[in-house]
């Protein structure tokens, strides 16, 4: 199922807070956004601390439907822990990847995960079956 990166909704919800999260951005996310910004890897759109559904992305690339998340300490409490496979499944039902780094993996090994984020960027799309051919 594939739905715009609103979740089919015309209107930002939560612009206020996505603006908030980009001006209060972790140090990964500010290292993070310093490789993925302006098409720097492989010539990509990426928007940062975007409302998709009832949610916020770190980043999100609408040309892949990949969702790119930095996963601070809050994300090792028990309410976040819990939390965060449901947002994964909400995400993945609506046709978006999810890739999830912790903050520590963004910091001490930022080329390891950019180079992550790059080899799922630049698989292939997959191509629909031509007429009459599969499932």
């Not at 993070?32 to 990509?44: F, K």
């Not at 609408?62 to 930095?70: F, I, K, Y």
């Not at 995400?91 to 780094?101: N, S, T």
Request: hydrophobic share 35%; proline share 5%.
């Amino acid at each position: 199922m594939e739905t715009s990166y609103r979740d089919d909704r015309q209107i930002v919800e939560r612009l206020g807070r996505c603006r908030q999260l980009r001006r209060e951005q972790t140090d990964a996310e500010r290292r993070l956004w310093q490789s993925l910004r302006g098409r720097q890897l492989s010539g990509v759109k990426f928007r940062r601390q975007h409302e998709f559904g009832p949610y916020v992305l770190d980043f999100y690339c609408p040309e892949r439907n990949l969702a790119v998340e930095a996963d601070g300490g809050q994300h090792l409490e028990a309410a976040a822990a819990a939390a965060d496979p449901a947002r994964t499944r909400y995400l993945e039902a609506r046709g978006v990847r999810v890739l999830r780094f912790t903050d520590t993996q963004v910091l001490m090994e930022t080329e390891a995960v950019l180079e992550v984020i790059r080899q799922v960027v630049e698989e292939p799309s997959p191509q629909p079956s031509p007429k009459g051919r599969g499932s």
